[in-house]
């Protein structure tokens, strides 16, 4: 373990664990602050008056600190004096906010994150997400636009149905609390805003794209070139990026480390003969890590490729010192760099899995190529090239499992046919990109880059048809997860070289997730639960029990993400449709569905009474004569009807669920 004794690799560690413990806590910057400011004469008496190799006391008042930092970022970047939320607010007011990135729109809105720059008339700080009404003729915001609304923030909504993807906490690991909605009518634009480096790079990304848009590349291959070199995947088609996904090659459709490293590699070859000349190996790294930086200012500079060329101007500066420099010695410098700057970047699955990947590639690679070292050189290229796909696919395995819940098995297939020729199609759409700014691409060479994205896209379409080797809807939680991460370490330092305490860890990761495994089974048979979802026009019952789970619906249409986000996180193994009745018992707690005709139940007390598909009857009259202890109102209502629903069990005094608003609705099966 001589890979931490490096200085930046402990400082980083504790860094993250003061992240960890802020974020989590929600602790507010002001006490870190307090323990920071006598710290530092506090470490110069230490490090004066006591015998550093008698007790660390130097060094663990330094890591202490480094928690101590790391509080304080995430709480500063969160909780900001200036925040808007630290005001009181009154319903509805001025917002002055500034466009800071715009996302991909969908069906029902635009949506984009903007930076607070005032409050009615007090200067504020923080983050939002604006909504505006979904309009293809409507005129979209950009960047560092800077606008005024009127309007009321409100708490990002929870999930509405089970296990759904929590937008919430994505939200949140972001910095964004409340989002404004706003008609595009009701928006007034600035006249004149301020400029930032962010909205340059959107400007000039926009115009290479309006002119790649205007040469005769295929719309899927013009796509894939636009995520491939710009980032951008806003036009990939949902059955290309599904497929890319399938076939575990879904990383090339995102500029990151592979992209970065390449091109660093690539730039390394072409700039290696300066070093001819007088202070030759200086240039050539200003030039490097100066064409990093302007190629992730034409990508966008996303977060995704700040963090690479981050990383990578580091390895750049580390080859050219040439010498011996531990590469997870790079590596914690450029994380900590990053994570001092933008603390939140922390809770980001990219970030994670990027640095997952290149950390596995730098531990496992080379444990790979002493196990083995064909003396073919066409062997040994392609055992390189598996070695690398073998070592970052362990790296991100935990993590992908946990997040994604599929591996493609056949990874290596993908990544062995076209990681070779990346750097050719890297290379070349860097030429076209640069050619098609100064207006001088020529055609032949469109129709070549187009002829090789196509065939690029043709051969993951044949890896993602073999669905036999896609392994999809695989329950993993976070503490399998921790123990996959503990397996895989264990398993290569064991195999790296035996030492029986490193067996008995292996054993205990291996035996830890056998027993998570047959502990979720047992509890599994003696869970029972019933639950009414969320979904327009329709009603829908989900009653598990044991592994099985019954669907009561009368439309069984595009009911598919609900159910399979139910069963993987519950680890249901069968699932089956059941006709909707409109009268349930189950374990003596009565449920009356009431639809459309509006037939009055043969009783006089009920535990729940479900409104559905807007039934014209008196409510009030329905409460007095049948007493349910609840009432609850579900997607196939209309909305006014649900408002004056919600008002009668207001007066009445009997508690309304609405799970348009609320989100599902869990029934109580076990008493009261």
């Given at each position: 373990?001589?890979?931490?004794?490096?200085?930046?690799?402990?400082?980083t560690l504790c860094l993250i664990v003061g992240i960890l413990t802020g974020y989590n806590f929600e602790l507010g910057p002001q006490l870190s602050f307090l323990v920071l400011l006598?710290?530092?004469?506090?470490?110069?008496?230490?490090?004066?008056?006591?015998d550093r190799e008698s007790f660390p006391f130097f060094e663990l008042a330094v890591a202490f600190g480094m928690m101590a930092l790391g509080i304080l970022i995430v709480g500063l970047s969160q909780k900001m004096p200036s925040n808007y939320s630290q005001f009181k607010q009154p319903k509805e007011?001025?917002?002055?906010?500034?466009?800071?990135?715009?996302?991909?729109?969908?069906?029902?809105?635009?949506?984009?994150?903007?930076?607070?720059?005032?409050v009615g008339n007090e200067k504020s700080s923080g983050k939002l997400m604006l909504k505006t009404n979904s309009d293809s003729t409507a005129k979209r915001f950009n960047i560092d636009d800077e606008i005024i609304i009127y309007g009321k923030s409100q708490p990002i909504p929870l999930p509405i149905n089970p296990h759904q993807f929590d937008y919430k906490e994505y939200l949140k690991k972001q910095g964004i609390h409340h989002q404004i909605k706003a008609d595009l009518e009701a928006v007034v634009v600035v006249g004149q805003s301020s400029r930032t480096i962010l909205g340059l790079a959107s400007q000039v990304r926009k115009k290479i794209i309006s002119q790649l848009k205007e040469q005769h590349f295929g719309k899927d291959e013009l796509a894939v070139i636009q995520a491939l070199l710009l980032g951008q995947r806003d036009d990939i088609s949902e059955n290309t990026y599904n497929n890319?996904?399938?076939?575990?090659?879904?990383?090339?459709?995102?500029?990151?480390?592979?992209?970065?490293?390449?091109?660093?590699l690539l730039l390394e070859f072409l700039l290696s003969p300066l070093k001819r000349f007088p202070n030759g190996r200086t240039l050539k790294l200003l030039l490097i890590v100066?064409?990093?930086?302007?190629?992730?200012?034409?990508?966008?500079?996303?977060?995704?490729?700040?963090?690479?060329?981050?990383?990578?101007?580091?390895?750049?500066?580390?080859?050219?010192?040439?010498?011996?420099?531990?590469?997870?010695?790079?590596?914690?410098?450029?994380?900590?760099?990053?994570?001092?700057?933008?603390?939140?970047?922390?809770?980001?699955?990219?970030?994670?899995?990027?640095?997952?990947?290149?950390i596995s590639i730098v531990w496992i690679y080379p444990k790979l190529q002493k196990f083995w070292f064909p003396e073919n050189w066409l062997v040994r290229k392609v055992w390189q090239l598996l070695s690398v796909?073998?070592?970052?696919?362990?790296?991100?395995?935990?993590?992908?499992?946990?997040?994604?819940?599929?591996?493609?098995?056949?990874?290596?297939?993908?990544?062995?046919?076209?990681v070779p020729f990346l750097g050719l199609i890297l290379g070349m759409g860097v030429l076209v990109i640069f050619l098609a700014l100064v207006n001088h691409l020529p055609?032949?060479?469109?129709?070549?880059?187009?002829?090789?994205?196509?065939?690029?896209?043709?051969?993951?379409?044949?890896?993602?048809?073999?669905?036999?080797?896609?392994?999809?809807?695989?329950?993993?939680?976070?503490?399998?997860?921790?123990?996959?991460?503990?397996?895989?370490?264990?398993?290569?330092?064991?195999?790296?070289?035996?030492?029986?305490?490193?067996?008995?860890?292996?054993?205990?990761?291996?035996?830890?997730?056998?027993?998570?495994?047959?502990?979720?089974?047992?509890?599994?048979?003696?869970?029972?639960?019933?639950?009414?979802?969320?979904?327009?026009?329709?009603?829908?019952?989900?009653?598990?029990?044991?592994?099985?789970?019954?669907?009561?619906?009368?439309?069984?249409?595009?009911?598919?993400?609900?159910?399979?986000?139910?069963?993987?996180?519950?680890?249901?193994?069968?699932?089956?449709?059941?006709?909707?009745r409109n009268h349930y018992t189950i374990h003596g707690k009565s449920i009356y569905i009431m639809d459309s005709l509006g037939i009055y139940p043969n009783t006089t007390s009920l535990d729940f009474l479900l409104l559905t598909q807007s039934p014209k009857i008196n409510l009030e009259r329905l409460l007095d004569s049948i007493n349910p202890k609840m009432v609850l109102a579900d997607g196939s209502n209309y909305k006014n009807y649900i408002m004056r629903w919600g008002r009668t069990c207001a007066e009445k005094e009997i508690p309304f669920h609405n799970t348009g608003e609320k989100g599902y609705y869990t029934f109580n099966l076990k008493g009261d």
């Open positions: 373990m001589r890979n931490f004794n490096f200085v930046s690799i402990k400082l006598p710290l530092f004469p506090f470490l110069y008496w230490i490090n004066k008056n006591i007011q001025y917002w002055h906010l500034k466009i800071k990135e715009v996302l991909k729109p969908n069906p029902y809105s635009q949506n984009y994150f903007t930076q607070v720059i005032a890319y996904k399938n076939a575990g090659a879904v990383h090339i459709l995102a500029v990151s480390g592979l992209h970065v490293g390449i091109l660093l100066l064409l990093l930086w302007i190629y992730a200012f034409i990508a966008g500079l996303s977060p995704s490729i700040i963090r690479a060329v981050t990383m990578f101007s580091f390895f750049a500066y580390a080859l050219y010192l040439n010498r011996p420099t531990n590469s997870f010695n790079i590596i914690a410098l450029s994380m900590l760099f990053i994570l001092l700057i933008k603390p939140l970047m922390l809770f980001q699955v990219g970030f994670q899995m990027s640095y997952a990947a290149v796909s073998v070592s970052a696919q362990l790296g991100v395995l935990p993590i992908s499992l946990y997040y994604f819940h599929q591996f493609p098995s056949l990874f290596f297939v993908s990544n062995l046919i076209i055609n032949f060479l469109v129709q070549v880059y187009n002829t090789l994205i196509s065939a690029m896209n043709s051969i993951i379409d044949s890896v993602a048809q073999q669905e036999n080797f896609v392994i999809k809807e695989i329950p993993f939680d976070g503490f399998q997860m921790l123990l996959g991460y503990l397996v895989i370490v264990s398993m290569v330092l064991f195999l790296s070289r035996p030492k029986w305490k490193i067996a008995l860890v292996l054993a205990f990761g291996t035996i830890g997730l056998q027993v998570h495994a047959i502990w979720n089974q047992w509890e599994l048979t003696n869970r029972e639960k019933l639950l009414l979802v969320h979904k327009a026009r329709n009603t829908v019952l989900l009653h598990q029990i044991g592994s099985g789970l019954h669907i009561y619906t009368k439309d069984t249409t595009r009911l598919n993400r609900i159910k399979t986000d139910y069963m993987v996180a519950e680890r249901i193994t069968s699932s089956s449709f059941v006709g909707l």
